[in-house]
């Protein structure tokens, strides 16, 4: 059983700051990449940053320059740091996980956490 626990979602101001984290948890090989995806109400669900294990990112246009993935390999949880909110990052946000249960990188699968709740008011 795997588990990603987010925490750090909440209500701010435009222009404030937050910082996400999820945890992983569970038997497992390796936890390759962690990332983090938004959805809007209606929207689809959007990579906002991802970060392999050898630290390597990627962010979605709207997160470069404001929001910054980091990892803490020994504990196996991610951080977005995420400033400068706009309303329009307003969203529930997803950690996701790709985790290795063997020494084959094909014997992997992602997983989800239940998702943490931004608002950014005006």
């Known amino acids: 059983q795997v588990q990603l626990a987010e925490s750090g979602g909440g209500s701010v101001q435009a222009g404030g700051s937050l910082i996400l984290s999820c945890a992983a948890s569970?038997?497992?090989?390796?936890?390759?990449?962690m990332g983090w995806y938004r959805q809007g109400p209606g929207d689809q669900r959007d990579l906002v940053a991802q970060i392999a294990r050898d630290g390597h990112t990627v962010y979605a246009d709207a997160a470069k320059g404001r929001f910054t993935i980091s990892r803490d390999n020994a504990n196996i949880t991610a951080y977005l740091q995420m400033g400068s909110l706009k309303p329009e990052d307003t969203a529930v946000y997803f950690c996701?996980?790709?985790?290795?249960?063997?020494?084959?990188?094909?014997?992997?699968?992602?997983?989800w956490g239940q998702g943490t709740q931004v608002t950014v008011s005006p």
């Open positions: 569970g038997s497992f090989f390796s936890v390759n990449e």
């Open positions: 996701a996980a790709v985790v290795q249960f063997t020494r084959f990188s094909f014997d992997s699968r992602q997983y």
